[in-house]
């Protein structure tokens, strides 16, 4: 497992995925434990079934530019979204794409890609739409960027009261992540 | 598991709301757009909880005429646009200074002219610090970096206001609107412990004579004399009210000037700069009029070298220039259009600075 709490993350895919709400995850994480962390979405007409992305930077630092351009992590839940932002990542940081959605995982050298079928493993746990926490459990697996407990607790902040009973879901969907 | 120091993590656009009903704020009016939407959107959920008063207007004119009307029977009132949105609300700005009201103005600035686009942008500094609207007026101008910041100077630009009766605008930009971080609130104030307002036109039962608020004066010499003690004041606000942030300047050969979301962007270059070992720095204006030159000139003084770095053509490099007046060169970087530069992009540019410093020496 790379050790990367210094975390400066893209994570992209299609409006609708949820790699804005996975981002917000990971931020209150950070909130959580008392870091720095910036959370900036894009934002505009091209949300509309178009491409998403959120740029979140976890820090103990008081963070710069929360724009996210050279990041050390990508989470990436379409085709189209990996192959703009690979090659944007820092060698020495971590790709990890939805391999349902992204059939051609390859990553400059340097770069560790880690391909989860993610939106096939959360169909088949009962966890449909789940696939964007699948991997922020995975990306958790791979970098270590907060202590386990806070990923939990970090679900339970994030969440709108009004989901209070997709909690319990999304908490199965970080554990699944992890394990995959 | 609780945050630590009551943080909470909010969007710009919702700090900045949260903040200004926490001062006072009663009364909104305003007109949706791009990127500042989820401030009017934060007021009409949170403004009927606290027996205020959201209100949707039929345009940006009609939004900023209220707010004339709110603020001269002494209410703390507030509207929020986007530039297009601001370009349309400088009528009634200019005369809410006319008629010396109180008021906050956000602008949450986006890619111009025109309608432009929708991405984070700072084209609107010039309009904002020379001409929010016709005729011989300033209004205080204050530019938040941080969600933190959105949130703090919306909760002091109600006393501003109130103490000098003037407009006060929040330049922000999409970036800050838009992005979450950590904020911790302001106090909640009471109403009671808001300034009394004995100029206000409310009901006194014939107590008094009646107040009256207008700016229209048809004696040329009264209206010379009501500009002139304006510009007293201002004179005042020039002297008293310059905030700027200044960052590893002390020893900078290469001082950074930028504000805003271009501020961050510049800091994360100085810091690349100085692990290169280039004595970089920055000075960040918080208060865009008055513009802070007390912070500027010593370091001009000193000989140290400005790079200005903004989200549009060339605007605040002006400012910076005035203030420096010709002690030291001045130069500028920026991105236009909602295109937000790279902090590394901003790092050439201090390279390039830095060996041709090397040649001169």
């Known amino acids: 497992m790379a050790d990367i709490k210094e975390l400066q993350l893209v994570l992209a895919g299609f409006g609708g995925q949820g790699v804005l709400f996975a981002g917000k995850v990971i931020a209150y994480a950070a909130l959580l434990e008392g870091r720095e962390v910036s959370w900036l979405p894009s934002y505009g007409p091209e949300m509309r079934g178009g491409t998403a992305n959120c740029s979140v930077t976890l820090s103990d630092e008081p963070i710069g530019s929360p724009l996210v351009t050279a990041p050390n992590a990508l989470v990436a839940m379409n085709q189209p979204s990996f192959d703009k932002f690979i090659g944007t990542v820092r060698p020495g940081g971590v790709a990890v794409a939805d391999s349902t959605m992204v059939p051609e995982v390859t990553a400059p050298e340097g770069v560790g890609a880690c391909a989860v079928p993610a939106t096939a493993l959360a169909e088949e746990a009962g966890l449909k739409g789940l696939a964007n926490i699948v991997l922020v459990g995975k990306l958790w697996a791979l970098t270590g960027f907060c202590d386990r407990a806070t990923l939990d607790a970090a679900i339970e902040a994030s969440v709108p009261p009004r989901k209070a009973a997709l909690i319990e879901k999304n908490k199965q969907a970080i554990a699944l992540g992890i394990e995959a | ?361």
């Not at chain 2, 989820?38 to 900023?64: C, D, F, N």
């Not at chain 2, 009528?91 to 309608?115: C, F, H, K, T």
């Open chain 2, 1 to 361: 598991m609780a945050p630590a120091n009551d943080k909470v993590l909010m969007k710009g656009n919702e700090a900045l709301a949260e903040a200004a009903m926490r001062a006072g704020c009663r009364f909104f009016f305003g007109y949706p757009i791009t990127p500042q939407t989820e401030l009017a959107a934060y007021m009409a959920k949170h403004m009927p909880g606290r027996g205020g008063t959201y209100l949707q207007a039929e345009s940006e004119v009609a939004a900023i005429n209220m707010v004339y009307g709110a603020s001269a029977a002494g209410a703390r009132v507030m509207t929020s646009s986007s530039s297009p949105g601001i370009s349309l609300k400088t009528e009634g700005i200019s005369y809410m200074a006319g008629a010396d009201l109180p008021g906050v103005i956000i602008n949450v600035q986006r890619g111009g002219p025109g309608l432009g686009g929708i991405q984070p942008s700072q084209s609107d500094y010039w309009q904002a610090t020379r001409a929010l609207g016709h005729g011989d007026f300033q209004v205080v101008v204050l530019a938040p970096s941080t969600v933190q910041e959105m949130a703090d100077l919306a909760y002091e630009a109600f006393d501003l206001a109130d103490k000098y009766r003037t407009p006060v605008m929040i330049l922000a930009d999409g970036m800050l609107g838009q992005m979450m971080e950590p904020v911790v609130l302001p106090d909640e104030r009471s109403l009671d412990s808001l300034p009394e307002k004995p100029w206000a036109t409310v009901g006194h039962g014939h107590k008094r004579a009646h107040n009256v608020v207008n700016s229209l004066y048809l004696t040329a010499e009264e209206l010379e004399r009501l500009n002139i003690e304006r510009y007293e004041r201002y004179a005042a606000i020039e002297r008293d009210e310059q905030r700027a942030e200044s960052y590893l300047t002390d020893d900078a050969d290469i001082v950074l000037v930028a504000f805003g979301g271009a501020a961050r962007i510049a800091r994360s270059a100085v810091n690349l700069a100085r692990a290169e070992g280039i004595k970089a720095g920055l000075i960040r204006p918080v208060t865009l009029w008055p513009f802070p030159a007390d912070a500027i000139e010593p370091v001009a003084e000193r000989g140290a070298r400005f790079l200005t770095v903004e989200m549009n053509m060339g605007q605040m490099v002006d400012d910076v220039r005035l203030a420096v007046n010709g002690r030291a060169p001045v130069a500028f970087y920026g991105r236009t259009g909602g295109v937000i530069p790279s902090p590394e992009e901003v790092l050439d540019q201090i390279r390039a600075l830095d060996a041709e410093g090397g040649d001169a020496a």
